[in-house]
């Protein structure tokens, strides 16, 4: 039977090529090609392994000291998503600050901490900026919103990241990579087509059960023949040009900077932070805050993990130290982290 007639699935079980390895970028991606036992339709020969597009993951442990120091010592309310309340910083997490008197709350947007700081005028409020391109619009649409507004006690702690420089740092440590959809969306698909043109493969996936299965389809029948490529598979949401209105939010009120990367050290010209003329709203520059260099446990191998160089199932404390409730590190922790994927759904036994 011809490629041509044959189905997705019976492309990704009737393949008989080479060994590959396939990264999924996205943390979603790893959940949900698990939850929906994608991995059994996969021949022993293809190997999915985990990247850094858990943004939670990648976020170092010095930015969770800086989160505490801004509770404890300058007695800042913190506004995060609920993950990064666990994640271990040096000494303590967020939920640590929190027991010993800092103000942490719990919000959904970041427009939630802009109401937040304008029903709470006494307090100085700050949200914690982490993700990829799909969540800093919203990041910097807050500030312009806040400014607007006249909302003076509001900043954010940026810690938002571009992939463009992240694709770089992990040329062959994969095969092909699994594209994050969402990121994507709002990116276009120029920076793809240029790395395939450098000899790196990729495939642009959604999150249903049919987007993945004929993502990963692409991926393998493509990757098999041996040439470099890019493929769309993701197509009634990601565009060429991707999202003009956000890429210009993004351009008029932030700037390009140098980003440490959990696992990947420090990456250039890969994070992102508010311009000059938005200083009041840059947590950094409002409080002066010292620079901050966090020590992450050294029985955690999250960073090993994020490169690709391990499964979650190698590190020794792995279900054991390290678990959803008592989480070592970052990748066990996030609802995105690929420790948390293989500890929910039966990481345990592969």
Known sequence: MSNEKMTPVEIITGYTGPKLRIMEV?????????????????PPQVELISGPGCPVCVTPVGFIDEAVMLA?????????????VRVPGTKMSLAGARAEGGKIQVVYAPMDAVEYAKEHPDEQVVFLAVGFETTTPANALAVKKAKEAGITNFSLLTA???????????????DVFLYPGHVNAITG????????????????AGFTAKELVAA?????????????????AYPRVVKPEGSPEAQKLVDDMMEACDSEWRGLGEIPGSGMKLKAAY???DARVKFNLPEVKGRSNPACRCGEVLQGKCKPSDCKVFGKGCTPEHPIGACMVSGEGACSAYYQYGGIEL
């Open 279 to 281: 200083a009041d709203y």
């Open 72 to 84: 404890l010592e300058y007695h800042a309310t913190i506004c995060t998503f609920g993950d990064l």
């Open 160 to 174: 938002n990241k571009t992939m463009p420089m992240a694709y770089q740092a992990l040329k062959g440590s994969a």
């Open 26 to 42: 996205c943390g979603t991606h790893t959940h949900e090609i698990f939850r929906l036992g994608i991995r059994r339709l996969l």
């Open 189 to 204: 698909t120029a920076l793809c087509e240029h790395l395939a043109e450098e000899g790196v493969s990729g495939v642009v």
């Open 216 to 232: 990963l389809a692409v991926a393998i029948k493509k990757g098999g023949e041996g040439k470099p490529f890019f493929a769309n």
